[in-house]
């Protein structure tokens, strides 16, 4: 899944169209794609998109390319292991959410 589809899929087809993506150049959609971003951080502390970098001690801590960390609670880390490394995550309100797949799991930050 690219950071496109991941977009789509999070602001619904109808807003994503009226972005005419498909007319903008590369520059324009990661611009778009980091105001996006800065946008969710700037609503809420726990709110983020982000990509998985890293998936530790099977699933339960998850490092994010934004240098975040969250702990999966044990359930959830089983689910988190099978979206691997380079997924597309939401992080809002202690859940983690594929965006592409519509599936979450409960996070909690974890300060190394």
């Known amino acids: 899944m690219t950071a496109n589809d991941a977009l789509a899929s999070y602001l619904g087809p109808d807003l994503f ?3 005419g993506w498909d007319g903008l150049s590369l520059e324009q ?3 778009i794609l980091s105001v996006f971003r ?5 609503g809420a502390a726990s709110g983020a998109v982000v990509t998985i970098e890293e998936l ?5 801590v998850v490092v994010c390319d934004d240098g975040s960390t969250w702990e999966a609670c044990p359930k959830g880390a ?8 380079g997924a597309l995550v939401a ?3 202690g859940m983690l959410y594929k965006l592409d797949e519509w599936e979450a799991v409960e996070v909690d930050p974890l300060r190394l």
């Open 17 to 19: 169209c009226r972005l």
């Open 29 to 31: 959609r990661d611009a």
């Open 38 to 42: 800065s946008g969710l951080n700037a």
């Open 56 to 60: 530790l001690i099977d699933g339960r």
């Open 78 to 85: 089983e689910t988190i292991e099978e979206w691997g490394a």
């Open 91 to 93: 992080v809002h309100r």
